[in-house]
């Protein structure tokens, strides 16, 4: 089983994303609210205000989301990735996202994958 983790910059994006995992098998995604350093840093320097106004307005600017997710194999993660991709276009493009996977030694809780022969 391998942990894939995508870090998704876009949140006008989520819904399409989670979609699109979901259509090829990705299931039991968690979703985390989260921010990167440099948005930390940036918000930092803003002039707090007691009513932040301009979180309304541009809530894309305030954070992002990290997805996790517990796939098969790593042809699964791949998918994920090329799925991604397709949602979101390149992943070395700035502002769209970052992806990661990683085997995982110990799982326990979550139900076995099916084969790919015996998914519907």
């Known amino acids: 089983m391998y942990m894939l983790m995508l870090i998704l910059a ?25 921010t990167g350093i440099q948005r930390r840093r940036v918000q930092r320097a803003r002039v707090p205000l007691r ?5 309304l307005l541009q809530p894309d600017q305030q954070g992002h989301y990290t997805l996790f997710a517990i796939v098969a194999d790593e042809e699964m993660a791949r998918r ?11 992943l070395d493009e ?13 799982v326990k809780g979550v139900p076995s994958p099916q084969l790919p022969e015996e998914r519907s």
Do not use: H, M, N, Y
């Not at 994006?13 to 979703?31: P, V, Y």
């Not at 700035?94 to 110990?106: K, M």
């Open 80 to 90: 994920g990735l090329t799925t991604a991709e397709s949602v979101l276009g390149g």
């Open 51 to 55: 009513f932040d106004f301009e979180a």
């Open 94 to 106: 700035p502002d769209t996202g970052v992806l990661a996977a990683w085997p995982l030694a110990l």
């Open 10 to 34: 876009d949140c006008s994006c989520l819904d399409t994303l989670l979609d699109a995992w979901e259509e090829i098998g990705i299931r039991g995604i968690t979703i985390v609210e989260s």
